[in-house]
């Protein structure tokens, strides 16, 4: 199994919080809905293979389900970001889209229960596919006795181990009493490709409410490939951790001060209702791969395709429905641009192209920031702070904006009234069942960069792209294009715009990705179109064609067997300007671009990295109005939760002179070798009931939920 990132169940109850208020009724989407909130701390990844099994077996529905066996499907997505995989997952960068995609986990279990006195025990099998191929688990979990008032966690016992690797990826964990102390003890053993990692761990928990104590925790130091070991100690306030290599740190529980927030998942919900906006942008499917005679998996989505093994499939199934859909591909995609002006914020960063010197000819993306008290672009000092120099950005460069995503038009102060101006635009990609094709095949005219037909790998090395003809709007009436909802693909003359090579045939040294050209519109806005102004004006919609060698600059479409085509929810295009964090802290007034795609999925807030961390450049606060535009004067608005957050405790250096770091002596950890723990490990498959289930019974519960 992969590893998973950050936190764990246990670790939330140890270090529990109080989660968010809303701002609307009670009862609406928004109030009701769950937000998936934990602590991450590097002490406690030990945890993170426990709280994924936990969830699984808790999604099983077992606890309610006595003396039966049955089949399960449990979302292996949702369990990842319940004990903290959500953060890691979740990255965005400039210049890539991320998609969700449901992961459905097969469990086979048996659950038997003598009476509501006896304990309940659960033998489970778990399997799925992932990007490492098919994995099954044993599981057992026996629940002696539920949380009570002298037992903050109850008492359990809780075994696993992988079928086909048993040696190498295995773990036992146990919580009981002795007297009035809870003890959680735990051991896993996991193999990533490499040497097989031990974690091990014994918490003491001193007090019924389970708000003090102290422990050993053995775990895995990722950055510096090394096992380290951390002593803690805690109470209702604050932690102290020790790791015997760097200086003890005390951190702040949640309830004595705010932590800090890493936002990995946003929804969005109607500003009157409160109703989740719950759309949906793709789906996901599986596919019969011939060659190896296995049925893998993928998600197809407005974005593209993506497929295990980077395969390309020519029929798929709907992982849902079952209906199966074949695939249609286009050698390119049309991207509608709505344009639109904003005002330059103070401190606002862009990256261009520079000389590292004058004449050099070496030229490297350079940094620059907009420094409104001087009105004027300047250069970044070691810093990252305005070096005070002018960068003398001309009025009419093109600047790459990261918030924006994309290269924006400065335009200078064009009121004179001492505010600065970007020209920038929305975009999103022409599907068949768009309004340009009302009356069937669209007619677009090119000005400006019009591209040529049947590209030759020769001709794109050199990048010919272009009919040779720069058409001026003021003296030319520009080049008709078609393209046609059956196929999707641009055609000038009746030939394809696109490549006539593939990558296969690119020689060593040889490179071309893909190109976006020309400025279209639709033939009937043609003849108001006079002149670049009006070409690149506020409320000119123009179009262009990107296309090229690989599934990101291609179109990829599906119909059914009637020769439909499968029409996916658009992503919902916003706008926000950032002006405070959820921590209270001031922001910039940095507008950024968002394209939401369903519930958890906002993306377009860049992530950067901080030392061996990524953390997102802002965090929205809950209730943010976001508006939409869709370009004909409607204008939609929604409000914005966080539904997934990482948390990391406050440095509260100074204030834990009350507790003691635990002498190892006093807390030994458990290890394979013990006949106690090799006992419980002792797991043998019941094929009686395992081999009676298959994938193909009816599920009897889905994450959780019992099906009539």
């Known amino acids: 199994m992969k590893k998973l990132p950050l936190a764990a169940a246990i670790t939330s109850a140890m270090l529990s919080f109080s989660a968010s208020a809303a701002y609307t009724d009670a009862g609406t989407d928004y109030t009701t809905t769950t937000v998936d909130s934990h602590i991450a701390d590097e002490a406690f990844e030990p945890l993170e293979m426990v709280n994924m099994f936990l969830c699984i077996i808790k999604a099983t529905g077992a606890e309610t389900l006595w003396d039966q066996d049955y089949r399960a499907l449990v979302d292996d997505d949702k369990c990842e ?187 969005l919900f109607n500003e009157t209702s409160g109703a989740l906006l719950d759309i949906e942008a793709g789906f996901g499917f599986r596919y019969f791969d011939a060659p190896s005679g296995e049925t893998r998996h993928g998600y197809i989505g407005n974005w593209g395709m993506w497929t295990d093994n980077d395969d390309s499939p020519t029929t798929i199934t709907h992982e849902r429905t079952d209906v199966e859909y074949t695939v249609v591909n286009a050698p390119g995609k049309l991207i509608r641009q709505r344009k639109g002006l904003r005002n330059l914020a103070n401190g606002e960063t862009f990256e261009v192209f520079a000389e590292t010197s004058p004449g050099s000819g070496n030229w490297q993306p350079t940094q620059i920031i907009w420094v409104a008290g001087s009105s004027q672009f300047e250069g970044v000092n070691g810093n990252g702070d305005p070096d005070g120099n002018n960068a003398n950005i001309a009025v009419g460069s093109f600047l790459w904006s990261p918030s924006l995503r994309q290269d924006i038009n400065y335009q200078g102060d064009t009121d ?8 920038f635009s929305t975009q999103e990609v022409v599907h068949p069942t768009d309004a340009i094709f009302s009356g069937g095949e669209a007619t677009l005219t090119c000005f400006g960069d019009c591209p040529k037909p049947n590209v030759t790998k020769s001709e794109a090395l050199a990048w010919d792209l272009f009919d040779g003809n720069h058409q001026d709007p003021a003296s030319d009436p520009g080049t008709d294009y078609t393209l046609d909802p059956a196929d999707m693909t641009l055609r000038v003359g009746g030939d394809p715009v696109s490549l ?209």
């Open 500 to 708: 006539a090579f593939s990558r296969s045939e690119l020689n060593s040294g040889e490179e071309f990705w893909g190109s976006s050209v020309g400025e279209f519109v639709l033939q009937v806005d043609a003849a108001s179109i006079s002149g670049w102004d009006d070409l690149n004006s506020e409320g000119t919609v123009t179009y262009r064609w990107e296309y090229g060698l690989d599934s990101w600059s291609q179109l990829t479409l599906v119909k059914d067997g009637n020769g439909d085509y499968f029409e996916f929810d658009k992503p919902i295009s916003l706008q926000y300007s950032h002006t405070t964090n959820r921590d209270g802290s001031a922001g910039n007034g940095k507008l950024y671009l968002l394209d939401y795609q369903g519930a958890r999925n906002l993306h377009g807030i860049p992530w950067t990295e901080v030392g061996s961390d990524w953390q997102p450049e802002v965090n929205i606060p809950d209730g943010t109005q976001l508006v939409h535009t869709d370009g004909q004067g409607t204008i939609t608005n929604y409000r914005v939760k966080a539904v997934g957050i990482e948390k990391r405790m406050a440095d509260a250096s100074g204030l834990c002179g009350s507790l003691t770091l635990p002498n190892p002596a006093s807390f030994p950890l458990p290890d394979f070798v013990d006949a106690d723990v090799a006992n419980a490990l002792d797991l043998v498959e019941p094929t009686t009931f395992f081999d009676a289930l298959t994938v193909s019974d009816e599920p009897r519960v889905i994450h959780g939920v019992v099906q009539d």
């Open 81 to 267: 970001q319940q004990s903290g995989a959500g953060g890691g997952e979740q990255r965005e960068s400039s210049d890539r889209s991320t998609s969700s995609q449901v992961e459905y986990a097969n469990v086979v279990v048996n659950s038997s229960r003598a009476d509501s006195a006896s304990p309940q025990i659960v033998n489970a099998q778990y399997s799925i596919d992932d990007e490492d191929g098919l994995e099954r688990y044993l599981v057992r979990t026996q629940l002696d006795s539920a949380p009570g008032v002298n037992a903050p966690f109850g008492e359990l016992r809780f075994t696993w181990k992988e079928a086909a690797n048993p040696d190498d990826n295995k773990g036992d964990l146990r919580i009981f009493n002795e007297g009035s102390t809870s003890i959680i003890k735990m051991i896993d053993q996991f193999n990533d490709g490499g040497p097989a990692v031990s974690q091990k761990m014994r918490i003491q928990i001193d007090d019924a409410a389970g708000t003090s104590g102290s422990g050993i925790i053995e775990g895995w130091d990722w950055q510096f490939s090394r096992s380290i070991t951390y002593r803690i100690a805690y109470d209702s306030q604050y932690l102290l951790k020790s790791d015997g290599i760097n200086p003890d740190e005390c951190q702040a529980r949640p309830e004595t001060i705010d932590p800090i927030e890493k936002i990995w998942g946003y929804s």
């Open 416 to 423: 004179s009234n001492s505010i600065h101006e970007v020209a």
